[in-house]
């Protein structure tokens, strides 16, 4: 194809596709059914984790479960019975551990079968000034936010491809798309994460594996309560979320194969604007909205949680 030619199937294509995207602002995309998929979360024994595995649950999917919270995960498992699950395993998982991600994977290929839906939800969050924050707890960010993804991705992510069916969510952050003051590691993991995830699309893209689907979720503050303590300068503008709220949320963007998640919608603007403002316009949005002194009053979980 020549060069006119292939830059008029470029704008044309270019052109239906922003108009498909207005489309589906007024008209809602169908839902894929979900029912008989198995789907495994990370981070299952709470917070969103718990709430996605009960509302996977009610909709007929088999549920693989991962914490490392034993207590946490029994609760879930119980909450996800009483709600329709036919089938709940569960698996105490340690995701900052390569071997027990890959040991646990195999369990769970052996006693269950392919993942099909594939949701990375754990994550950890120091809180603190980087020179404030030790060694030991920013190498566990990272492995616990970014690499965990890197290893669940290379388990279950062949049988997606030979089968030219799956689904990748990537539980991020809107701190992954911002840096924020006294979040380096949290937004340094969540900004990999992003990149990870928008890479591995490309890459089934790339292999023709339309069926393998992305989902990247960029949340704000949402109230599980591993962000206690951190305030929202503008709650009127920019509230904390409710944790069912973007739990339903992250269900109908999977079901829906929406690519990219980001709750709540100003976040889109914020995003849109930061590519075009100058370094110190961009600033001056975020010290008015909060960002630089969002953690002062940062607690996080109690050490029992």
Known sequence: MNFFLE???VIVLFFYYLLESLVFLVVPRRKKNVSGEIVLITGAGGGIGRLLAVKFASLGATLVLWDINQEGLNHTVRLAKENGAGRVHSYICDCSKRLDVYRVADQVKKEVGDVSILINNAGVVIGKRFLDSPDSLVEKTMDVNTMAHFWTYKAFLPAMIASNHGHLVSIASSAGLCGVNKLSDYCASKFAAVGFAESIDMEMRSLRKTGVKTT?????????????????????????????????????????????????????????????LPVKASVLLLDYFGSLDIMNTFKGRPKKE
């Open 7 to 9: 830059t008029l199937k």
């Open 216 to 276: 990247i979720v960029c949340p704000y503050l949402i109230n599980t309560g591993m962000f206690d303590g951190a305030q929202t300068k503008w709650p009127r503008v920019l509230p904390s979320l409710d944790p069912e709220y973007v739990a339903e949320r992250i269900i109908t963007a999977v079901r829906q194969n929406q690519e990219m998640l980001l709750i709540p919608r100003i976040i889109y603007v914020f995003y849109f604007l930061k590519g075009l």
